[in-house]
């Protein structure tokens, strides 16, 4: 339930900080689009 969710906001901050420290392996193609988002809101 809740993992369906947090791939429903791949974009959000919150959610992709937890996505990475629930699935580190999936973290390497996420943090791509974690840290251009990031670097866009700043």
Known sequence: ???SKLH???E???FAGVKERMF???AINHS???SS???ARE
Request: hydrophobic share 60%.
């Open 1 to 3: 339930m809740i993992f």
């Open 8 to 10: 429903d906001y791949p």
């Open 12 to 14: 959000a901050p919150p």
């Open 24 to 26: 580190p392996s999936m």
């Open 32 to 34: 791509a689009l974690a």
């Open 37 to 39: 988002f990031l670097a």
